[in-house]
């Protein structure tokens, strides 16, 4: 069979042609390992056959023969010829198999960072807690945090936000850090950390709620960053409210402070956050995060100073780790996973970590705390944890 023509590869994908002169009857022979080949004939008349093709070819002055697999390439000189062989570079197809195998590992080291982080963030905020009272902890916490963000993000080159970009991230901050952080430090003062993330979990289930309500309210339909909530979602929903519930009829929410039930209002506010902040100016990529925190932070230490808190005496040591552990970990680093699993997987991936963080939570709170995790919480837990699920499943 002739060949005269024959779709070639990317020259992207080729490296330079090298070319080959070939007596009458002589041969030139080539192991294919899978990666891109293309044969031209420039002179003469050659003779192809490969290991595994069906059928052999002839090629003639200006015709190619190109292609991908694998076996044995003979080609013989029906009469003195020269060939062009341009071959794939093998490296670039390592680097691609190196590349995805990176991805996959960085997708699992980052889902088991938040796992792990912000499970055990409920357990270092109530050591934290034990010489530091909660707005001073909170607010030290997120500027620390978002000061050393912000300069980082300046040193490469991230611009300033405007004062416009400021205001928003303020608003926002107040809403996901003052009151959704917030609450929940307070409130640790009185339940346990495994309850504190059981409650906390419930943000999903809010979010999805009040994406609802926004929609129905919109004047003209269902705005698109607000879509409405299937059956399936409603059944999710109701799931998981009723594990929130069983919290507070089983008696672990009861306390003999007040404060204590200000943890149901930490989910709410952080579900009003995130919608809220879909709207706003915020400044481009993790600089809107450095900028909330930062924001956040000035808050909290404002409301510790009006509200008379102030250290009995020095931190503790644990306590200065805890705080330590909170900033650089739990709010970076934890973050940065956060950030890149929602640019790399799907979100139902990359928000799993809402019926996770209860389980490590819980399990470090008894390991590590010496809590006591009740068969209450952790029928709650599972119960969230299906409720979350339900309403993730797309």
Not at 163 to 186: C, D, E, P, T
């Amino acid at each position: 069979m002739k060949l005269t023509s024959l779709v070639s590869e990317p020259p992207s994908r080729l490296r330079e042609p090298s070319r080959i002169e070939l007596g009458k009857g002589r041969l030139w022979t080539h192991r294919l390992r899978g990666g891109p080949l293309l044969l031209s004939c420039t002179a003469g008349a050659v003779w192809i056959t490969r290991e595994g093709a069906p059928e052999d070819v002839v090629l003639e002055a200006g015709s190619s023969y190109g292609g991908e697999g694998r076996g044995l390439l003979v080609v013989e000189a029906l009469e003195p010829a020269q060939i062009a062989v341009a071959r794939g570079e093998a490296g670039k197809t390592v680097r691609a198999a190196l590349a995805r195998a990176r991805g996959s590992w960085l997708v699992l080291v980052s889902l088991l960072a938040l796992y792990v982080i912000w499970g055990s963030t409920y357990l270092a905020v109530s050591v934290a807690l034990e010489t530091m009272p909660p707005f001073l902890l909170a607010g030290t916490r997120f500027m620390t945090a978002g000061a050393l963000l912000y300069g980082v993000l300046r040193l490469r080159g991230a611009p300033r936000p405007t004062l416009r970009q400021w205001g928003a991230a303020a608003r926002v901050g107040v809403l996901l850090l003052v009151f959704g952080n917030g609450f929940v430090v307070v409130s640790q003062q009185w339940v346990s950390s495994g309850v504190a993330a059981v409650v906390v979990s419930t943000m999903p289930l809010w979010l999805a709620l009040f994406a609802t309500a926004r929609g129905r309210g919109a004047a003209g339909g269902t705005p698109a960053d607000a879509p409405e909530v299937s059956r399936r979602e409603w059944i999710g929903l109701l799931v998981g409210f009723a594990g929130a519930a069983l919290l507070h009829l089983g008696g672990d929410l009861h306390a003999a402070h007040a404060g204590a039930l200000l943890i149901l209002l930490a989910p709410v506010s952080w579900a009003l956050g995130s919608l809220y902040s879909r709207s706003l100016p915020l400044p481009e990529g993790p600089m809107a995060v450095a900028a909330e925190m930062l924001a956040g932070g000035a808050v909290m230490l404002g409301v510790s100073a009006l509200s008379g808190e102030h250290l009995a005496a020095a931190p503790s040591s644990r306590s200065l780790l805890a705080l330590a552990y909170l900033a650089v970990f739990g709010s970076i680093v934890a973050l940065s996973a956060y950030t890149y699993l929602l640019r790399s997987t799907r979100p139902a991936i990359a928000t799993s970590y809402a019926y996770v963080n209860p389980i490590v939570a819980i399990a470090l709170g008894v390991l590590v705390g010496g809590e006591r995790a009740s068969a209450t919480t952790w029928a709650a837990a599972a119960i969230v944890g299906a409720g979350v699920v339900i309403v993730s499943r797309r």
